[in-house]
């Protein structure tokens, strides 16, 4: 394959992660401008494990997504009781401070000769397991897009158990799934789990194609351009957000004449799908056609 | 000790501007319900064409405040028009979602049309500094702070002793019981955003002024200072946009001083973060309305 197809293609898979991520909470009634901040948690615990500690590369990445998991229940427990408005804001605060926090996080030591490790708002360097392994980004893409259908897997087998049904009732009407007896907290840090073991996932894996990663890339923008993605794509599959992600990175971004007006034609595009589809391109309604038509 | 009072007072000058920025979020919230994150932006719209017009015609102070004022108020009505009044019903988050993604649009649309990492704003006229008892405090930020306290007392008198200030407040109040009393819910809606686009305006104005230069930061710096004074402060009351902006400049200042600059924008973050979550009123103590338990 051309390899800047290649690149293309694994980009749209490490941002479909920080979409979904972004989604499940969409789902759940709750806007957070802050998944960023799971996936540099995820991509700084991965990198760590396997450039610092040698960990393998799959548990490296593991333990990125259970800490990334763990911190997104932590901030939920908390942020869940919030209104809508003090929620996004919550949750940009502490993608903030993350990134803030990041800034400052020394911890390097020499591993065969080589100094490496997370030095500050330099970034870190040389997360070198994909040299090492030898791995072409190729089977690099391979990887994402396992990982990726294996996600979606997940969610559909969540779909099949009610899980998702349960989440919507409670991002749709609170008090009413509260009175049908959900248990609306739980299902918000449950949420706030599951959107933080994605990003941290998808940060993992990104640390390891990249080699390269540093504070400033998980900044505010990457954050409300995850929660665009759900938002434009639709809320009624998890297809949804990686339509988003198509529409973004594999439209705008790769189009080299639509690329210094990508920011205004994707500002627009989002602006408009909110007035005339609220509820995103393969909303709830669409979604329920077609499954109806193809029951058929 | 003089330390700690110099950081004081160069954090009550520098949260005077933030207090001007938050009113403008806290206007707009506390009318509508809504946040309007592409505040900020709108504002660099408005610096920039002004920084422009003065820099094509060497306008000075008064030329690049008016196309400043101009600026800011085409923004913020393009901004209305597609996030707020196309965005019907209960629909609070859509239209934060919305105003997000128009501030990607102006800050490209400003970075396309003023290419340059910093631009000249014309400096206000040369003040005198004060100094009392070994402390020090610059003319540019008396100015700004009496302008601040101006500002402030006639949005007070324009709220609480006017036929429009009136309609404002049943509209934040109740916007069904508003409809039925024969006000018109969407002229009040438009006008006060156009209120907050001109405190904004003359916030922007200020603080260009003050710094000489603007670069493309300054949309993101702006919606960031003004939302976290307001947050702090409590949403959609003006007394908290003012307790916000004092106690984040002085938090800032004092941050700066004792940590360094890393450390303080995880000073303040922090302060945001837990401050949402153990006073989520704020620090005016904003009570919970019907409203607000909707978003």
């Known amino acids: 394959m051309d390899p800047f197809l290649i690149s293309v293609l694994s980009n749209i898979g490490l941002f479909s992660f920080l979409a979904l991520s972004a989604w499940i909470l969409l789902i759940g009634g709750e806007i957070s401008f802050g998944q960023q901040a799971y996936f540099a948690i995820g991509a700084y615990a991965s990198g760590i494990a396997s450039a610092l500690w040698v960990w393998p590369f799959a548990v490296a990445v593991l333990w990125g997504t259970v800490l990334g998991a763990g911190v997104g229940a932590l901030v939920a427990w908390p942020a869940a009781r919030l209104s809508g408005v003090h929620y996004a804001i919550a949750t940009l605060a502490f993608a903030e401070l993350t990134r803030a926090s990041l800034n400052v996080f020394r911890y390097q030591r020499d591993v065969e000769g080589y100094l490496t490790g997370p030095d500050g708002a330099n970034g870190f360097r040389d997360i070198r397991w994909v040299y090492e392994a030898g791995i072409e980004p190729g089977p690099n893409l391979t990887i994402i897009a396992l990982s990726l259908a294996g996600v979606i897997a997940l969610i559909g087998l969540a779909a099949r158990l009610n899980v998702m049904a349960q989440l919507r009732m409670v991002g749709e009407d609170p008090i009413l799934a509260a009175m049908q007896g959900v248990r609306v907290l739980r299902w918000k840090i449950g949420a706030g789990a599951a959107a933080g073991g994605l990003a941290g996932l998808g940060g993992g894996l990104y640390a390891h194609l990249a080699t390269y990663i540093e504070p400033a890339q998980f900044s505010v923008m990457t954050g409300v351009h995850a929660v665009a993605y759900g938002l434009i794509g639709g809320l009624g599959t998890a297809l949804g957000p990686i339509l988003g992600v198509l529409i973004d990175i594999g439209l705008l971004e790769s189009l080299r004449a639509l690329a210094a007006y990508r920011m205004i034609v994707f500002g627009g595009l989002v602006a408009i799908i909110l007035i005339l589809r609220p509820r995103g391109i393969l909303d709830e309604t669409l979604v329920a056609k077609v499954r109806s038509w193809v029951r058929r | ?295």
């Open chain 2, 1 to 295: 000790m003089l330390d700690l009072a110099q950081n004081t007072l160069d954090g009550i000058a520098a949260g005077a501007a933030y207090a001007l920025l938050a009113i403008g979020f806290t206007l707009i919230f506390g009318v509508m319900r809504r946040l309007n994150i592409a505040f900020g932006p709108s504002i660099m719209v408005g610096v920039f064409l002004g920084a422009w017009v003065h820099a094509q015609w060497s306008a000075g102070l008064i030329g690049a405040a008016a196309a400043t004022f101009a600026g800011v108020l085409i923004a913020s009505v393009y901004v209305e028009r597609l996030s707020f009044a196309a965005i019907r019903g209960d629909a609070a988050l859509a239209s934060m979602a919305s105003s997000f993604a128009l501030w990607m649009q102006l800050e490209q649309g400003v970075a396309l049309a003023f290419p340059g990492r910093t631009t000249a704003f014309p400096t206000l006229p040369q003040l005198p500094d004060v100094r009392f008892a070994g402390l020090f405090l610059g003319g540019d930020d008396l100015l700004v702070f009496a302008v601040a306290g101006a500002v402030l007392l006639l949005l007070h008198r324009l709220i609480y002793h006017s036929h429009f200030g009136l309609e404002m407040r049943a509209l934040a109040d109740s916007p069904e019981a508003a409809a039925v009393s024969q006000v018109n819910t969407r002229r009040v809606a438009f006008l006060t955003f156009c209120l907050a686009a001109l405190v904004g305006a003359v916030a922007g104005m200020l603080i260009a002024a003050t710094d000489g230069q603007i670069t493309p930061k300054f949309g993101l710096w702006a919606t960031m200072k003004g939302l976290i004074a307001m947050m702090i402060g409590g949403l959609g009351s003006l007394r908290g946009a003012l307790l916000g902006g004092l106690a984040l400049g002085i938090i800032e200042a004092q941050a700066q001083w004792y940590l360094g600059a890393a450390a303080r924008e995880i000073v303040v973050y922090g302060f945001l973060f837990l401050c949402l979550i153990a006073l989520p009123g704020g620090m005016a103590g904003v009570r919970e309305t019907g409203a607000e338990r909707k978003l």
